[in-house]
């Protein structure tokens, strides 16, 4: 089986158009592998709920999202920022498939509480149905994924990209998850972690070295090794080489998290 790498791309991880044109060039050179993406778009989302009088809150790095709210964020993650990269990618010479996680009813949620409180329209994934995203992987095309989903009936909520691309790299029998970010990695004492067991990240977590959102992310992280995707890494786009040395093994950059 060829290599199929899911990269999570976090909101600030590339700076505008030029970011994505190195990501299409790294794809491109990227010969026999396959690449699924799933993006957040944290910053843009806040931006407008701002400019519509609403406020952010967030638990634990996850955002409370109202039915108020649901509206502007499934208009910015599976309108803007999907069309935007979508086209970017295209146009530097990388098909691309655009869907959600309502697409074909790529993922089913129901609510998600967190601590015994109630986060509004936040989902729980429940069941995926990955065939949308391995057809569009045979046709030769990149599934960009906004992760807006559906619950049984079709009602639309707010799923944490980070949890939506660690189930779908699950499902669909990802080699390595891949976290692109506005950090270098995880940090312990001021240096980049660049290998971290899960039992390691979690006593990093337990003493509040690790916290605020990069909980979430390692939660994510270890509910993909947990279902047999073999890598996890956190890491700072470095380049076009930076898919290469992943996919080679030979990576001295960012966070690798195993069992």
Same mark, same amino acid.
């Given at each position: 089986?060829?290599?199929?790498?899911? /990269?999570? @791309?976090?909101?600030?991880?590339?700076?505008? +158009?030029?970011? #994505?044109?190195?990501? $299409?060039?790294? /794809?491109?050179?990227?010969?026999?592998?396959?690449?699924? @993406?799933?993006?957040?778009?944290?910053? +843009? @989302?806040?931006?407008?709920?701002?400019?519509?009088?609403? +406020?952010?809150?967030?638990?634990?790095?996850?955002?409370? !999202?109202?039915?108020?709210?649901?509206? @502007?964020?499934?208009?910015?993650?599976?309108?803007?920022?999907?069309?935007?990269?979508?086209?970017?990618?295209?146009?530097?010479?990388?098909?691309? *498939?655009? %869907?959600?996680?309502? !697409?074909?009813?790529?993922?089913?949620?129901?609510?998600?509480?967190?601590?015994?409180?109630?986060?509004? #329209?936040?989902?729980? /994934?429940?069941?995926?149905?990955?065939?949308?995203?391995?057809?569009?992987?045979?046709?030769?095309?990149?599934?960009? =994924? *906004?992760?807006?989903?559906?619950?049984?009936?079709?009602?639309?909520?707010?799923?944490?990209?980070?949890?939506?691309?660690?189930?779908?790299?699950? *499902?669909?029998?990802?080699?390595?998850? =891949?976290?692109?970010?506005?950090?270098?990695?995880?940090?312990?004492?001021?240096?980049?972690?660049?290998?971290?067991?899960?039992?390691? $990240?979690?006593?990093?977590?337990?003493?509040?070295?690790?916290?605020?959102?990069? =909980?979430?992310? %390692?939660?994510?992280? #270890?509910?993909?090794?947990?279902?047999?995707?073999?890598?996890?890494?956190?890491?700072?786009?470095?380049?076009?080489?930076?898919?290469?040395?992943i996919i080679t093994g030979d990576c001295t950059t960012g966070?690798? /998290?195993?069992?």
């Open positions: 089986m060829k290599p199929r790498i899911l /990269i999570k @791309i976090g909101g600030r991880a590339f700076e505008g +158009e030029d970011g #994505f044109k190195d990501l $299409a060039q790294a /794809i491109r050179y990227s010969q026999n592998v396959e690449i699924i @993406i799933v993006h957040g778009g944290g910053a +843009e @989302i806040s931006q407008a709920l701002k400019d519509a009088n609403r +406020e952010s809150v967030f638990l634990d790095g996850i955002r409370v !999202t109202h039915a108020e709210d649901m509206k @502007i964020v499934e208009n910015v993650l599976s309108g803007t920022i999907n069309q935007r990269i979508a086209s970017w990618l295209n146009q530097n010479g990388v098909p691309c *498939s655009r %869907m959600s996680g309502k !697409t074909k009813r790529l993922f089913i949620v129901e609510p998600l509480r967190r601590h015994g409180h109630d986060l509004g #329209f936040v989902g729980k /994934i429940r069941q995926v149905n990955p065939d949308v995203v391995l057809d569009a992987l045979k046709t030769g095309l990149v599934p960009v =994924v *906004s992760p807006i989903s559906g619950n049984e009936s079709g009602e639309s909520y707010n799923v944490n990209a980070d949890s939506a691309a660690a189930t779908l790299a699950a *499902s669909a029998q990802c080699t390595d998850l =891949v976290f692109i970010t506005n950090v270098p990695g995880v940090l312990v004492e001021g240096q980049i972690c660049l290998s971290l067991t899960v039992q390691k $990240a979690k006593a990093l977590i337990a003493d509040g070295t690790i916290k605020d959102g990069m =909980v979430a992310k %390692m939660e994510s992280a #270890f509910e993909a090794l947990d279902n047999k995707v073999p890598r996890v890494h956190i890491i700072q786009w470095q380049g076009h080489r930076t898919l290469q040395n966070t690798t /998290i195993h069992r």
